[in-house]
């Protein structure tokens, strides 16, 4: 059963293990190709945030966002696959922070294309966060049912 669960959190990992991997390949000196898709992605969320909460999104170079994102997906799956709630942690984290940004089906019309598309990618990226949660809720809940010892009772003659 341990062999199964770790191949288990192995495949579910390989998502991130990948992207990161893709990431850190187009870098480059500019952030690559990530970077140029989420600039205009990350001024949209930012705008978005400061109108409907007041609150300035921080200015942040996107290469160090992009840089950011292939630490946390490579450390968080690695501690993952080996069973750490930290790992999971991290991925959850990331999950949090990346989809809203990069899913932003809430710019577009319902009746768009874009907006079906977006959508469903981002209803993908809450069951990857819900999985998540799931493998956090068990591990701590495991913790809690570890067996009690039982004290042998004293005989009495």
């Given at each position: 059963?341990?062999?199964?669960?770790?191949?288990?959190?192995?495949?579910?990992?390989?998502v991130?293990i990948?992207?990161?991997?893709?990431?850190?390949?187009e870098?480059?000196?500019?952030?690559?190709p990530?970077?140029?898709?989420?600039?205009?992605?990350?001024?949209?969320?930012?705008?978005?945030v400061?109108?409907?909460?007041?609150?300035?999104v921080?200015?942040?170079?996107?290469?160090?966002?992009?840089?950011?994102?292939?630490?946390?997906?490579?450390?968080?799956?690695l501690?993952?696959?080996?069973?750490?709630?930290?790992?999971?942690?991290?991925?959850?984290?990331?999950?949090?922070?990346?989809?809203?940004?990069?899913?932003?089906?809430?710019?577009?019309?319902?009746?768009?294309?874009?907006?079906?598309?977006?959508?469903?990618?981002?209803?993908?990226?809450?069951?990857?966060?819900?999985?998540?949660l799931?493998f956090?809720?068990?591990?701590?809940?495991?913790?809690?049912?570890?067996?009690?010892?039982?004290?042998?009772?004293?005989?009495?003659?």
């Amino acid at each position: 059963m341990a062999f199964v669960s770790f191949l288990g959190r192995l495949l579910f990992v390989s998502v991130f293990i990948l992207s990161a991997y893709q990431e850190f390949n187009e870098f480059g000196a500019d952030g690559g190709p990530a970077a140029k898709s989420l600039k205009p992605k990350f001024n949209s969320f930012s705008k978005h945030v400061a109108t409907q909460t007041g609150i300035q999104v921080p200015r942040v170079e996107i290469k160090h966002l992009i840089m950011g994102a292939i630490v946390m997906k490579s450390l968080g799956s690695l501690l993952f696959v080996f069973g750490s709630t930290f790992g999971a942690i991290i991925l959850l984290l990331h999950q949090a922070i990346s989809a809203p940004i990069l899913y932003d089906f809430y710019n577009y019309d319902a009746d768009k294309k874009e907006f079906t598309q977006l959508f469903v990618k981002f209803t993908q990226s809450l069951a990857l966060l819900g999985a998540l949660l799931f493998f956090i809720g068990m591990k701590n809940s495991m913790a809690k049912r570890a067996p009690k010892k039982k004290v042998p009772k004293a005989k009495t003659n």
